[in-house]
């Protein structure tokens, strides 16, 4: 029993222990955690105090960044002219293939591919030889039949006499009379054909028909040609003037009319497809009789000098037709139109040097778009004064009342594009040359 004991009583005091170290144990463990958390809260707080107002994500203007720097303009007044823009095709007002009008070998080519040519010139020449024979014949043939006439006539006068004094039978008086009528008919025929002769005598040299430009030679020389002959000798196209054949919406006809019952002459310009450099200026001188009905377009057309020659024949081109002038009316750079919820605003500049939202009304094109001037700026209808103050450049970094800082490229005039600004701002401005206004 007592061995017993002894061995017993030591258990108790060796599971003590054990039982008194188990919470110690984590407490140590979790340390690093905390740790790790404050250098996580202290870094934030760091990042923060010292971040620059580039960094801030919040609102700029008046957060801490102070004054933000934009590109400033005026609001101008000046004439403003109003177009209505067209898309069309530059045609030769005259185009004429040359053929031949006689058979023949073609003897001579008197022009140069690419040559002006005037009214008359020489284009080419066709054996003659032929057709002066034909002549010759003709004119021989004629001298026979007048000597035949000639003694008829001189018949008829003896048997005038003799079937007075009736000692001739009327009868053969009336034979010879109408043998003489019949020999004049002759002559008459002859003399037409030495003028059919003469013709085609003068038609083996050919001339052009009108003033123009030759194309590329269609027939070489020595060929024979043929008055059937399809394909021609060549082609000249008249240069000058030119005309030009644009569409136009069919709302925009009221309106054209309504101009042109002034007795007034419409200008068109003929713009390259940049749509900003002019390559000519016209007059409207057709209006077609019908809209198309499949396209909901009227055709148009304008006749253009061309003395510079920069429209050619199949050229596409824009057409501006100048519809009227608008007087005084008020223009800033494109890039000052704001688009928003509530329509289109400017960001005014106020003495104090903050800014202001402004709602505009803005001239606009018939399909909605903002209208451009001839300088890339655009036309308001209300909503500013003259003189007052825009944000040109800049504006995506504003909101109302925010403080500004005019740059260097401020004060640039209204309508054209600030010292150190891209034409067009902010996608808004420079994309046309003119307006077509409602």
Do not use: C
Request: hydrophobic share 40%; glycine share 10%; no cysteine.
């Amino acid at each position: 029993m007592a061995n017993y004991i002894e061995t017993l009583e030591p258990a108790p005091r060796k599971s003590r222990p054990a039982l008194q170290q188990q919470p110690h144990s984590p407490k140590k463990g979790k340390w690093w955690v905390w740790v790790f958390l404050l250098a996580l809260v202290l870094g934030g707080i760091w990042y923060y105090a010292h971040r620059t107002p580039s960094n801030a994500s919040g609102a700029p203007g008046k957060g801490a960044g102070g004054p933000v720097p934009v590109v400033a303009g005026t609001v101008t007044q000046k004439d403003v002219p109003i177009y209505l823009e067209g898309i069309g095709t530059i045609q030769a007002l005259n185009t004429v293939t040359v053929r031949t009008r006689v058979d023949g070998q073609l003897e001579k080519v008197a022009f140069e591919e690419g040559q002006e040519v005037k009214k008359g010139d020489v284009l080419a020449i066709i054996d003659p030889a032929p057709y002066q024979a034909a002549l010759l014949q003709a004119q021989a043939k004629q001298g026979q039949d007048e000597a035949q006439l000639s003694n008829a006539k001189l018949d008829l006068d003896r048997y005038t006499d003799l079937v007075a004094k009736k000692v001739i039978a009327s009868q053969q008086f009336d034979t010879q009379k109408a043998l003489v009528a019949q020999l004049e008919a002759t002559v008459r025929n002859d003399a037409a054909a030495i003028e059919s002769a003469k013709v085609n005598l003068d038609y083996t040299t050919i001339v052009s028909p009108l003033d123009g430009r030759t194309g590329i030679r269609l027939v070489d020389q020595g060929n024979i040609v043929h008055a059937a002959d399809q394909t021609g000798l060549v082609v000249i196209t008249q240069l000058h003037p030119i005309s030009l054949i644009f569409t136009l919406p069919e709302q925009s006809l009221t309106a054209i009319h309504k101009e042109s019952a002034t007795g007034q002459e419409l200008a068109v310009l003929a713009m390259d497809r940049d749509n900003k450099t002019k390559l000519d200026e016209g007059k409207l001188s057709v209006i077609d009789n019908q809209i198309d009905t499949t396209t909901g377009t009227i055709k148009l057309k304008a006749t253009f000098d061309n003395k510079d020659l920069l429209l050619w024949p199949g050229q596409f081109v824009n057409a501006h037709l100048l519809l009227t002038t608008r007087k005084n009316g008020l223009v800033v750079p494109a890039s000052v139109i704001q688009h928003g919820p509530n329509g289109t605003y400017a960001f005014v500049i106020q003495d104090d040097q903050t800014v202001q939202i402004r709602p505009l009304n803005v001239a606009r094109k018939e399909n909605g778009d903002v209208a451009q001037t001839d300088d890339g700026g655009a036309l308001i209808e209300d909503g500013l004064a003259v003189g007052e103050k825009v944000v040109v450049d800049g504006a995506y970094k504003l909101q109302p009342g925010s403080k500004v800082l005019l740059g260097p490229a401020s004060g640039g005039k209204a309508g054209q594009p600030a010292a150190g600004e891209k034409p067009g701002g902010h996608g808004q401005g420079g994309h046309k040359r003119s307006s077509e206004l409602k």
